[in-house]
């Protein structure tokens, strides 16, 4: 609540520019393909050529114009990362969900399982199952949602201790509501601002880890491009061809600035706070963290 | 202290997990270790294969695998067989640790003291946001070889890779620890504004703390449940990282080989690797719930009783 | 407030930082970055990797080599060319049948413990080797000499390997086929000595963490894994007056631009073949950078392609595809330090050697016979599979080819990068159109590419097997002229390229940075160094 | 010790160009309960910020100042204000429970801001004998988790009245209690009030509770003040025109 922030939710520049930024990306990376070919046609030498006339953005390794790789590039990461998001949305919601509705010990015991699982060293087990079952979009996104489930579970099953608590969630049960239709009818469009920002939290999370994936060799197959492999090929290429890193690093970096500032500015719209319930964790003890003062 | 054995009682099942999870899925994968460029007579694979016990059928090598485990053995290195894989892994734990500490430091100190910065004085927030969202947003290994370019190559301040003196420790940890400490700075800065707005802490302002007073005996107090908590998110973006990092700077670390030793199939090594993995983010954990217990005198008097 | 102002600023100081970093002061001064010796006689290396282990007989691996080599020496030795000369042994001869071979080892070779090398030492070396429990991948190298085979079968008494020690100083080899060459193979590492009472006491794992007992030039200093290994001058090697370094120093570097930034900065003397960016290394090329080191290989790059699944069986598709391999641009676009676009499968390079004729034919060819095997312009063909381990420039390889043979024949393929592990067990299950390969030779010998394709050789996934190319070979193994012998083999290869049951596309060449102090060291074809006159100038400064 | 304070030419702001606060003038009298009142949304919160030096932190834009024996503070610098702040002028928020950490044992996050320690030490003891609290090594070892929170809120009360305060700011402390407790509560602070001889300001809506220690009435509404005078006239709806309504608007926030 800074005076500097007061003001900032409404439709300023800034945040023109921001929904310019995201949405114009998404948007390129959607329909960019259909109108420049990415894939290699015979007859073109394999030359790194710099940005010029023919192509603005010069030339990837192979010869082909890096404007249209990195659209390409752009649209397999976008599924990538929107993709497993979305399976960890469903995963996280729908355990979330259930602990928060389900009696205190079955409760407790779900969300030590979390606990134990975000315990594990997952995306070193991500890394070793692409490395040794190959390279497709599928894996990739399967395994980088199943990470990313975890913490969202946490949030939804906060936002449904809070929501408990609500006289009218009370009333609808009383009114002989199902679980199932109580769940449909309140919690679930409750829970959609909260969710709503942890996904633009995650994407980001996501698509790094699908860069950093990328430049272990263990990305997306070729001729199939992604954000993350021409950034790789970009980082080979840092002293003979920089604008390869320039175009794939810059434009990524970009959009993930803008996507975190879009984040920033939606969770202050939907006063979502990111520490109330995201980060809320039983502790050993079994207290709540930052209770009441009073014994 | 009953916390503690309860925390270690409960890790047991986890990492049964993880080593059964790992064996089954190093074994699933296809093809197998001791495969060149150049392949070898069936004569010559029988008699490696069954040297390290290959041949025997799956189930056996599992109990015989649990049973050198419990005996303090993970066999040799299929990559290195006059090595064994726990001194491989022992030798490659410990500049792996080094690096991760002084790339935790350097997150630390960031981030803490950033995320500070911005919350106390709203002015710095852009600036300081925008230089964390930078270091959010590019990537590792881009920011490796920027480095290596600027304080090596350039202005020759700093080595270049390689590692042995606290010279060689600077750029990679930088490296590793930037991205993380720019997560940090956005966390702590949004944890300490909102914290900061509690009512002990206005109290404390109107018995007129200064800004850091406030800070150290109120807010970072109020909050520290919350890093904690975030700490373990934090070591694993670091592992991580370390994978790559101590790639780019020849760290003779574990994270380096860890690709390899999956992609050459030595079992030993990346079940080992994995294991060691999850342990150290299990010590982290519980680390984490200790010095909760100790810092909130809630848990701890409630324990003492 | 607004964060974009700021945010704008630090990426374009970034950027400036980096543009302006990019093409320093190298192209005035000619070097590749700091050029400076070190202050004492001192040889710093990067390779790819750390060796497997310090046991030279047992594993197969380039760094692992490079170092027994320091710290061993065989029968015979390489000089800094690539040519053999006398190691251990000091005279051999043979009998007229190049069928049992005599070697006198020289009194003074010792062991760094001061023991003499003896004939009982290859006799034990040897067996080891080939003994079935001890299960070292390098034993089908000695499957040459008499009962080998049998002995790593498990089928014979290892005292039956066609090997004895005449006397302490000499040493006599029976083998199962001539082979007038066969001294030429006693310089590899996996023909190497050991010292037996040493061995003995960790038969299987010698020597195990602690620092060996060798023959060779140099010892051991220390091993700290994954960061480096250094060996020191050895006091007891016959020939140490000729070794000038005081020590060597490896550094295992995975990451080919850690290796040039490493290079650049002065920290390395030399950049073992290929282990440095292929870009960077076309660059100084271009540019003409005399640090540059261009050498051929005994290698080549070939696809197998699979003759018993549709369509691949037909020999027309097989050679469809052949003719049209942009082989040029994969060679010198992709590749480019000093790689040759090749139809043949053995390197040209072989000295002696006179490459066979391969049929002619162009794009036009191609597509007719394309059509005569039922798939004009390509209808009706599937994509193809081609598997190819990923990494390297192998990705960029098979895009190539898949752009290329979709324009000019229609043919479509469906790239499936693997690792390698993953790949050769798909590749024996025979599951692939396409699988990329390549092969090295030990030795400058044609027979060594030709084997691989000889019937139940392990390294031909190709499932095409030919009569007369196998007789051919084995009876080219019992010809001692080695014009009729080369005839017969240049015979069988052009039956195999014929019949197309591999794509040679092109022949290796490594590429390696040496700085302009190190005396004596010329990269080769084998890959190996002479130590005897390797110097570093250490008072060698840049000239005005 | 008593000593002159003078709000002058006050004006705060939040987000909206209205102010919440508009007072061109307000002057206590020195060594009394001067007690503001005023329904929620009146400014009355925001007067007590503006008093205890707390409108820097609260986000506020301001213009103002405080005059302050010889000092004049400007209400949106932090800077000037130290120094006074916590010492001059103390403030017990509006759940004064809330006022500690919890980690922290209570008597150091009483004493927080105060170094003349000796002659704290005398006072200390015997305020806590008023406010009916243990004695200091038994708070030293305690955690506010440990208390009651009417406990806390009188700990909240002698740590406002440390060490020799001339203006305490009380906002609402009696607003989470039952009537008899704050019956209790305003007791303590009266004997507080006489026994250390400050100015204080008590901020409410419950005008009986303020009718019965104030000295001195304010009524605040909408930023402004409405109504100035003796206790009696917040129980006399005919002396002054606007009070029904607020008044009725107390009662709704409180029924006695």
Redesign the interface.
């Given at each position: 609540m800074s005076p500097?922030g007061a003001g900032?939710s409404g439709i300023t520049?800034?945040n023109a520019?921001l929904l310019i930024i995201v949405i114009g990306g998404a948007v390129a990376a959607v329909f960019g393909p259909q109108l420049l070919p990415s894939?290699?046609?015979?007859?073109?030498?394999?030359?790194?050529l710099p940005p010029g006339a023919g192509h603005l953005l010069g030339t990837d390794?192979?010869?082909r114009d890096m404007l249209a790789r990195l659209l390409e590039g752009m649209r397999t990461t976008l599924f990538v990362g929107l993709a497993a998001t979305l399976l960890a949305l469903v995963i996280g919601t729908l355990y979330g969900a259930a602990a928060g509705l389900a009696g205190p010990r079955a409760d407790e015991t779900m969300m030590r399982g979390v606990d134990v699982a975000l315990a594990l060293p997952f995306m070193i087990l991500v890394i070793l199952l692409v490395?040794?079952f190959?390279?497709s979009m599928l894996l990739l996104f399967i395994a980088l949602g199943l990470v990313a489930w975890l913490p969202l579970a946490r949030v939804a099953r906060a936002g449904v201790h809070n929501l408990r608590e609500e006289p009218y969630l009370e009333a609808a049960r009383m009114m002989g509501g199902s679980r199932g239709y109580v769940l449909r009818a309140h919690l679930f469009p409750q829970l959609g601002a909260p969710l709503a920002v942890y996904a633009t939290w995650m994407l980001p999370v996501v698509m790094m880890q699908e860069a950093f994936l990328s430049f272990l060799?263990l990305g997306v197959?070729?001729?199939r491009a992604s954000w993350g492999t021409l950034i790789a090929d970009g980082?080979?290429?840092?002293?003979?061809?920089?604008w390869i890193l320039?175009s794939a690093g810059?434009s990524l970096?970009l959009w993930l600035?803008a996507l975190h500032?879009a984040g920033e500015r939606l969770a202050r719209r939907l006063n979502v706070h990111r520490t109330t319930g995201a980060l809320e964790r039983t502790t050993a003890a079994g207290e709540p963290d930052g209770g009441e003062a009073t014994a | 202290m009953k916390l503690l054995r309860r925390r270690l009682l409960a890790s047991l099942p986890t990492l049964f997990a993880v080593i059964t999870i790992t064996f089954i899925i190093v074994r699933a994968?296809?093809?197998?270790?001791?495969?060149?460029?150049?392949?070898?007579?069936?004569?010559?694979r029988a008699?490696?294969e069954?040297?390290?016990g290959l041949d025997e059928p799956l189930a056996v090598q599992y109990v015989k695998f649990w049973r050198n485990l419990l005996t303090g053995s993970l066999g040799?290195s299929f990559?290195?067989?006059?090595?064994s894989a726990l001194?491989?892994l022992v030798?490659?734990a410990v500049?792996s640790l080094i690096l991760g500490v002084a790339a935790a430091l350097v997150a630390l100190l960031l981030g803490l003291g950033g995320g500070t910065l911005a919350a106390l004085r709203p002015r710095t927030s852009?600036?300081v946001?925008?230089?964390a969202?930078?270091a959010l947003a590019i990537p590792v290994f881009v920011l490796g070889?920027?480095l290596?370019?600027?304080f090596?190559?350039?202005l020759?301040w700093l080595?270049?890779?390689?590692?042995?003196s606290p010279r060689h420790l600077v750029l990679p940890a930088l490296t590793l620890g930037l991205p993380v400490g720019g997560a940090l700075v956005r966390f702590w800065r949004t944890v300490l504004t909102e914290s900061l707005d509690a009512p002990e802490c206005i109290a404390a302002r109107a018995r007129g703390l200064t800004d850091l007073e406030v800070v150290r005996l109120h807010a970072a107090p109020r909050s520290l449940p919350l890093l904690l908590n975030y700490m373990a998110p934090m070591i694993a973006a670091l592992v991580t990282g370390s994978v790559v990092v101590e790639?780019?700077?020849?760290v003779?670390?574990m994270g380096?080989?860890f690709v390899?030793s999956a992609?050459?199939?030595d079992y030993p090594i990346v079940i080992g690797a994995t294991l060691i993995y999850a342990v150290a983010l299990l010590v982290v954990h519980t680390m984490a719930d200790l010095a909760h217990a100790r810092l909130d005198p809630r848990l701890h008097r409630e324990h003492n009783r | 407030?607004?964060?974009?102002r700021?945010?704008a600023c630090?990426?374009a100081a970034?950027?400036l930082?980096?543009?302006?970093?990019?093409g320093?002061g190298e192209e005035h001064t000619g070097y590749v970055?700091r050029a400076r010796p070190p202050d004492r006689p001192l040889l710093r290396i990067a390779q790819g990797?750390?060796p497997?282990?310090?046991?030279p007989t047992?594993y197969?691996?380039q760094p692992s080599w490079r170092v027994a080599r320091l710290l061993f020496e065989g029968l015979l030795a390489f000089t800094s060319e690539g040519r053999t000369t006398a190691g251990v042994a000091d005279g051999w001869s043979s009998n007229s049948e190049a069928t049992i071979f005599t070697f006198q080892l020289r009194p003074e070779a010792q062991w760094s413990d001061g023991r003499p090398v003896t004939a009982k030492d290859f006799v034990f070396a040897w067996r080891r080797v080939l003994d079935?429990?001890?299960?070292?991948?390098t034993?089908?190298g000695l499957?040459i000499i008499k009962g080998a085979?049998q002995i790593?079968?498990?089928k014979a008494d290892p005292q039956s390997l066609g090997v004895r020690a005449l006397t302490e100083r000499v040493l006599e080899v029976e083998l199962e086929h001539p082979d007038p060459e066969f001294p030429i193979r006693t310089a590899l590492p996996s023909f190497f000595p050991l010292p037996p009472e040493h061995v003995a006491a960790r038969y299987?794992?010698?020597?195990?963490?602690l620092d060996p007992v060798c023959n060779g030039p140099f010892v051991l200093d220390r091993w700290?894994?994954?960061?480096?290994l250094i060996v020191r001058r050895s006091e007891t090697y016959w020939n140490r007056e000729a070794i000038e370094l005081e020590s060597v120093v490896f550094?295992?570097?995975?990451?080919?631009?850690?290796t040039i930034?490493?290079y650049?900065?002065g920290?390395i003397d030399w950049t073992t073949a290929n282990t440095i960016?292929m870009?960077?290394a076309?660059?100084l090329l271009r540019r003409g950078a005399p640090e540059v080191h261009v050498s051929s290989v005994y290698a080549t790059y070939y696809l197998e392609l699979n003759t018993v699944r549709e369509p691949t069986n037909d020999p027309r598709v097989r050679r469809a595809l052949e003719l049209t391999v942009?082989r040029e641009?994969?060679a010198e676009?992709?590749y480019g330090t000093g790689h040759r676009p090749s139809r043949v499968l053995v390197s040209t390079d072989l000295p002696d050697w006179t490459a066979p004729e391969v049929p002619a034919g162009d794009s036009e060819t191609a597509r007719r016979l394309l059509a005569e095997a039922g798939y004009p312009g390509g209808d009706g063909l599937q994509p193809l599979v081609y598997l190819y381990n990923?990494?390297g420039p192998h990705?960029?390889v098979?895009?190539?080819l898949?752009?290329?043979w979709?324009?000019?024949l229609g043919v479509r393929l469906k790239?499936?990068?693997?690792?390698?592990?993953?790949?050769?067990?798909?590749g024996r299950r025979g599951d692939f159109h396409l699988l990329r390969s390549?092969w090295?030779a030990d030795l400058p010998a044609p027979v060594e590419f030709l084997a691989v394709f000889q019937a139940g050789n392990?390294?031909n996934l190709t499932g095409w097997e030919d009569r007369e190319y196998d007789r051919l070979l084995e009876q080219a193994r019992h010809v001692l002229d080695p014009g009729e012998r080369n005839r017969l083999l240049r015979t069988a290869e052009e039956r195999l390229l014929n019949d197309a049951p591999i794509i040679p596309i092109l022949h290796y060449a490594t590429v390696q940075l040496i700085k302009p102090y190190v005396v004596g060291l010329t990269p080769n074809p084998l890959d190996v160094i002479g130590w005897a006159g390797l110097r570093v100038n250490l008072e060698w400064r840049p000239p005005r | 010790m008593t000593a002159g304070m003078k709000l002058t030419d006050v004006r705060v702001y939040y987000s909206s160009s209205e102010p919440v606060l508009d007072l061109p003038i307000l002057e206590p009298e020195p060594g009394k309960i001067t007690v503001i009142a005023g329904p929620t949304g009146s400014g009355k919160s925001t007067l007590g910020h503006a008093v205890a030096g707390l409108l820097p932190f609260m986000g506020a834009r301001a213009v103002g100042t405080l005059h302050l024996g010889e000092h004049a503070l400007p209400l949106d610098s932090a800077k000037k204000w130290r120094g006074i702040c916590g010492k001059l002028v103390r403030w017990i928020p509006q759940e004064p429970a809330r006022a500690f950490t919890a980690t922290r044992p209570l008597l150091g996050q009483m004493l927080e801001g105060i170094d003349d320690d000796l002659k704290v030490n005398e006072q200390l003891v015997t305020l806590l004998e008023v406010a009916g609290l243990p004695d200091p090594p038994e708070l030293s070892r305690s955690y506010p988790f440990e208390f009651s929170g009417g406990m806390l809120q009188r700990a909240a009360l002698v740590s406002a009245f440390l060490p020799d305060p001339m203006i305490v700011v009380a906002d609402e402390p009696t607003a989470h209690l039952d009537p008899p407790r704050s019956l209790d509560l305003a007791r303590t602070v009266t004997r507080l009030v006489r026994q250390a001889s400050v100015t204080l300001l008590w901020i409410t809506h419950d005008l009986r509770m303020a009718s019965a220690v104030a000295d001195h009435v304010v009524f605040l509404s909408e930023g402004r003040i409405e109504a100035e005078g003796e206790p009696g006239l917040l129980l006399d709806p005919s002396r002054y025109e606007p009070l029904p309504i607020v008044y009725a608007s107390a009662r709704l926030a409180q029924p006695l």
């Open positions: 500097s900032s520049p800034l520019l894939q290699l046609a015979g007859g073109i030498e394999p030359l790194a390794s192979l010869g490395s040794l190959g390279r060799g197959a070729p001729p980082v080979a290429r840092i002293e003979t061809a920089p320039l810059g970096a600035i500032l | 994968a296809p093809g197998g270790p001791f495969r060149d460029e150049k392949a070898v007579p069936e004569a010559v008699n490696i069954a040297r390290y040799p990559q290195h067989p006059e090595r001194g491989v030798g490659g500049p852009p600036p946001s925008a230089v969202l930078i070889p920027l290596i370019r600027l090596a190559l350039e020759g080595p270049a890779a390689l590692w042995g790639k780019i700077f020849a003779p670390g380096r080989y390899d992609l050459a199939r | 407030m607004i964060c974009s700021p945010t630090v990426i970034i950027l930082a980096w543009t302006a970093g990019c320093s970055g990797g750390d497997a282990g310090l046991d047992r197969s691996d079935p429990e001890f299960g070292a991948e034993a089908e499957y085979r790593n079968s498990g299987l794992d010698w020597p195990g963490g700290l894994p994954d960061d480096r550094f295992p570097l995975a990451d080919p631009n850690t930034n490493l650049r900065a920290e960016p870009d960077q076309r660059e942009p641009s994969i676009g992709i990923a990494g990705g960029a098979a895009e190539f898949q752009g290329a979709q324009q000019q790239l499936i990068p693997m690792d390698f592990a993953s790949m050769e067990e798909r390549s090295l392990p390294n | -």
